[in-house]
């Protein structure tokens, strides 16, 4: 399996976790063209970069406990996943590494509509899909 592959194996699994977090948000959060999901494995350097990154935001993110849980859990891979502004993960994470940088600008661009954005970083690197609501909902 390509690393390619295993980031988009690893965005199916995780469709219906990204649609509940989609749902939980307030109505105030905006269209879902102006978000951006995210999945990131711990495991792995760029998603915890990625992760070290949220928790200067937000310090209840904690993704070294959530790893060291998940790991003396048995958890093969933890993954963190969450839903939020995409102009805001994309200020996050452009100063964080070239790979990074990159994923930002695309971030950036608008989104196709009816599109959420994701962020997948597994399989020792990253990428940007574009799934479209109505496959996320039917999970």
Known sequence: MSDHEERVELLADHRPELARLLQSLPAR????SSLTGYLLSLREP????????L???DP???????LRSALAAGERM????GVMARSALAEII?????????LAARLKRPAPSGTLRVVVAAAGGAE???VKLSELSSG
């Open 46 to 53: 760029t998603g915890y970069l990625i992760a070290i990154g």
């Open 55 to 57: 928790q200067q935001r």
């Open 60 to 66: 209840d993110l904690e993704p070294e406990r959530t």
């Open 128 to 130: 940007v899909f574009n």
């Open 78 to 81: 933890p993954i963190l996943a």
């Open 94 to 102: 452009a100063p964080l590494a070239p790979v990074t940088r990159a």
């Open 29 to 32: 959060s905006g269209a879902p």
